[in-house]
């Protein structure tokens, strides 16, 4: 039996975002959870990014199912 070949549309996101996905953290809520290292994330200049591949292990999702929540962030807030 072959398994089904996911993949995911987005592989890194802003912190804000991933609060938003994790527990619906406003803003400022998730720059706090980063802080405290309730949120995983890489600092590049001065940008901070999550990881999507932490946040659907954090989640226990598959691979690509959070893109449709990113998607929706996205088009909200970008």
């Known amino acids: 039996m072959r398994s089904k070949m996911t993949t995911r549309q987005h592989i890194a996101i ?3 975002c991933a609060g938003y996905i994790l ?3 406003c ?10 290292d309730e949120i995983q994330f890489m600092q590049v200049g001065r940008k901070k990014i999550v990881s ?8 226990g999702v598959d691979k690509g199912e959070l893109d449709p929540a990113i998607d929706q ?6």
Request: net charge positive.
């Open 73 to 78: 962030w996205l088009r909200s807030n970008g």
């Open 52 to 59: 999507v591949a932490w946040l659907e292990q954090k989640l």
């Open 23 to 25: 527990c619906k953290a």
């Open 14 to 16: 802003d912190v804000p």
């Open 27 to 36: 803003r400022g809520t998730a720059y706090e959870l980063a802080k405290a």
